[in-house]
């Protein structure tokens, strides 16, 4: 009961205020990281740490489980976190700024890169959605013998 209570407290007033404000700027920190990930400057030894600290993330082995209820979630937290300031300290202080300007101005890769496949993505999409009935049959045949094929 005093731990759930604790964990109540934690959730409240000024520390729920500034979670939200947290998460509104995440957008910004996937910005950062892309370019920071895409720039041939920055360390490669950087880069994999930070690439194993993902794959560690999305993994479903971990040190405490997720299913356990906040707990599961502190130790992702933690290695990420621990993983950020190693990879920032590796980052050279120039590039850094350098994409963290890009960033706030909406001039970085991530911008260019997302704008570039929205602008090709929604031809695809339009093209799908005019063609999905010939799309559907054509392939949804072909879909059904597969699976019939399977399941023999």
């Known amino acids: 009961m ?5 964990l109540r407290g934690l959730l409240t007033g000024k520390s729920r205020l500034q979670l ?8 910004t ?10 720039d041939p400057r920055v360390p490669a030894p950087g880069k994999a740490l930070l690439a194993a600290a993902l794959a560690y993330l999305i993994s479903p082995i971990d040190l405490i489980p997720d ?13 990420f976190m ?3 300031k190693a990879f920032r300290s590796m ?17 970085s890769d991530f911008d260019r890169d997302f704008a570039w496949l929205k602008k090709h993505a929604s031809g695809l999409v ?7 009935e010939r799309i559907l049959r054509k392939y949804g045949k072909k ?10």
Do not use: S
């Open 2 to 6: 005093p731990f759930d209570r604790t």
């Open 20 to 27: 939200l404000k947290l998460a509104a700027q995440l957008p």
């Open 29 to 38: 920190y996937v910005k950062l990281l892309w370019g920071l990930l895409k």
């Open 67 to 79: 299913f356990i209820p906040v707990i599961g979630q502190i130790d992702d937290m933690v290695v």
């Open 82 to 84: 621990t993983v950020w």
């Open 91 to 107: 980052c050279p202080e120039a590039i850094w700024e350098e994409h963290l300007r890009l960033v706030k101005t909406g001039e």
């Open 126 to 132: 339009d093209y799908v959605d005019r063609n999905q």
């Open 143 to 152: 879909l059904e013998g597969e699976g019939q094929k399977r399941l023999r």
